[in-house]
């Protein structure tokens, strides 16, 4: 059995977080199998890259590189990551959850005849049989699947493993000759909100998320949309934490009624949002929904706000949970920021 891992380089020739979990998790499966691994890069210059993790103990070290392969696009990464994996006749192939890679992953496989499972948060091997933890029906149940089918292609989950952290040195490169394919579409730039707007940050220390009460009547009766927006856009910006919400809060614009601005479904967290990992959490003015708190079951440590003591999901569901008004709470937070 043959193992390839991959990875497209960032804009400055490293490798991001989510790719080094990603090695670190197939070191472990190869280790399992008791087989060698190889490494297979994509992007504009790939040495910095290479050399960064040349003590990973991969046998091999492929790359295709050039401007062509610099930016993310369907057909040339296609076409990359299928050279990459017949020069390394791989069987067993790896590759970080990115975005990225997700939108090529099933037609490289079909280009080669495998097959591709995607949101894989588990790697193991028993008599040499590697298999994979996959999450279902709203990350409520876990299934291990193997299959016999190969070469077999799987996106690994970011938090998968701790990220790899070994000598880097100087690694030799082999690299795989591939004649750019036509394209349709070239990058021109890149057009990104300002630091201060960004509000989903992955690599953030603290998840906050808020909750449909933030819009709902508070005890005076009234509702404080406007107050609710300043709290949570001064403690994004004070804290630089990374904001999740609930469905119900999302969709609210919908169905009328008054809503956070700046919320969208890609601040989604659970349901068919996402599953973040973040070592801390912090949700506020939930009263009672259940939705979210799947999706964060894999933070590390979760506290909640709110004024029902009896709320059915933070009891048991969160580690700290805070019987005070979520408004009082987070201004004073704000203010023990500044």
């Not at 297979?40 to 890259?49: C, H, K, M």
Request: glycine share 10%; net charge neutral.
């Amino acid at each position: 059995m043959s193992t390839l891992f991959l990875a497209h380089t960032e804009a400055d020739g490293t490798l991001a977080k989510a790719a080094l979990e990603a090695l670190a998790a197939t070191i472990q499966l190869a280790t399992a199998l008791g087989t060698p691994f190889s490494v297979g890069l994509i992007g504009d210059n790939t040495g910095p890259a290479a050399d960064s993790i040349a003590g990973c103990g991969a046998a091999r070290f492929l790359a295709v590189t050039g401007t062509d392969f610099a930016q993310a696009r369907y057909a040339t990464d296609a076409a990359a990551a299928e050279a990459l994996c017949r020069a390394a006749a791989a069987t067993l192939v790896s590759v970080p959850a990115t975005s990225r890679w997700n939108r090529v992953l099933p037609g490289v496989a079909h280009r080669l005849g495998g097959r591709a499972d995607t949101h894989v948060t588990g790697l193991d091997a028993a008599n040499g049989i590697p298999s994979i933890s996959r999450w279902f029906y709203r990350q409520r149940m876990e299934a291990v699947l193997t299959r016999s089918t190969r070469p077999w292609l799987l996106a690994l989950e970011g938090g998968i493993a701790p990220a790899w952290q070994g000598a880097a040195g100087s690694a030799a490169v082999e690299a795989v000759a591939l004649t750019p394919p036509a394209t349709r579409s070239h990058v021109v730039g890149f057009e990104a909100p300002a630091a201060d707007q960004q509000t989903i940050r992955p690599d953030a220390e603290v998840l906050f998320v808020t909750g449909a009460g933030w819009t709902k009547k508070q005890a005076d009766g009234q509702v404080k949309v406007a107050a609710a927006e300043t709290l949570i856009l001064d403690f994004l910006r004070l804290s630089r934490a990374s904001l999740g919400s609930t469905k119900s809060l999302v969709d609210l614009g919908g169905e009328g009624q008054d809503i956070l601005p700046f919320l969208s479904h890609l601040n989604q967290v659970g349901q068919t949002g996402s599953t973040p990992r973040h070592a801390k959490g912090l949700a506020t003015c939930c009263h009672g929904e259940e939705p979210h708190t799947v999706g964060w079951r894999f933070i590390g440590e979760r506290r909640a706000i709110s004024l029902d003591a009896n709320c059915g999901w933070a009891r048991g569901k969160a580690d700290v949970l805070y019987i005070a008004d979520a408004f009082a709470v987070m201004a004073k937070v704000n203010a023990l920021l500044v």
